[in-house]
């Protein structure tokens, strides 16, 4: 079965500093694989998604991440944070091919001090 | 409408009540998804729509959850005889059509089992 580790169950950044997100996944291929971002009540956002090609995928508000096949992980990164980048980030996988369910990780929760 | 709609957003109910949860998927998605979310965890997946046709309930904790989606537009996730163990956050998530991983999530219903 697919699974999904964020190691880091909680990350405090200083605004301006850089962030990286680690996500590695388990699974027998390589997966279609997301970042989503959770406000507090809020739903869940599609920061970025891997399905093939390019390892470095770009996102929206200025995240990007990496698939790096030999190490299954797919770290999220973003060079400078900002203070509304504060909230809970899912890293999720899905089998490729078919519309299926999504496997999620426990998430990382970033804080970002001033 | 713009978004997914889920209603009610909180919900609190006395142990073996039943509940209803409903979702307005964005007008013309073809898949719709149900996931729920407990306290510090990472959404996992109930039940998954392909128009009115449920095509995978494995997610579905136990008998007392039921989902349809008869005119394959809203769904209704309902629980019988609720237990406090049902206490979570449900996310609602629609796609355009199958095969595509642009899910559009809804803020979700939270419901507190008392």
């Known amino acids: 079965a697919q699974s999904v580790t964020q190691p880091d169950i909680h990350i405090t950044v200083s605004e301006g500093a850089s962030l990286e997100l680690r996500c590695n996944y388990s699974y027998g291929a390589t997966p279609y694989l997301f970042w989503y971002v959770q406000s507090p009540g809020q739903g869940l956002q599609l920061l970025l998604k891997y399905f093939s090609g390019d390892t470095l995928v770009q996102g929206i508000k200025g995240f990007e991440a990496e698939f790096k096949r030999s190490q299954s992980s797919f770290n999220l990164r973003k060079p400078s944070v900002h203070w509304s980048d504060a909230a809970e980030y899912f890293c999720a996988v899905a089998p490729t091919g078919t519309a299926s369910k999504l496997t999620f990780g426990t998430g990382t929760r970033l804080q970002v001090t001033l | 409408g713009a978004g997914v709609s889920q209603s009610p957003r909180y919900k609190v109910a006395k142990r073996g009540q039943d509940v209803a949860l409903r979702c307005d998927p964005i007008s013309g998605h073809v898949s719709l998804f149900w996931y729920q979310q407990a306290l510090g965890q990472g959404p996992e997946f109930l039940t998954y729509?392909?128009?009115?046709?449920?095509?995978?309930k494995s997610g579905l904790p136990s008998d007392r959850f039921f989902a349809e989606r008869p005119e394959g537009s809203v769904s209704t996730l309902k629980i019988q005889r609720t237990q406090q163990e049902d206490s979570a956050v449900y996310l609602c998530?629609?796609?355009?059509?199958?095969?595509?991983?642009?899910?559009?999530f809804g803020s979700g219903t939270r419901l507190t089992v008392v």
């Open positions: 729509f392909q128009n009115e046709a449920q095509l995978d």
């Open positions: 998530a629609s796609s355009i059509n199958r095969g595509s991983y642009g899910y559009t």
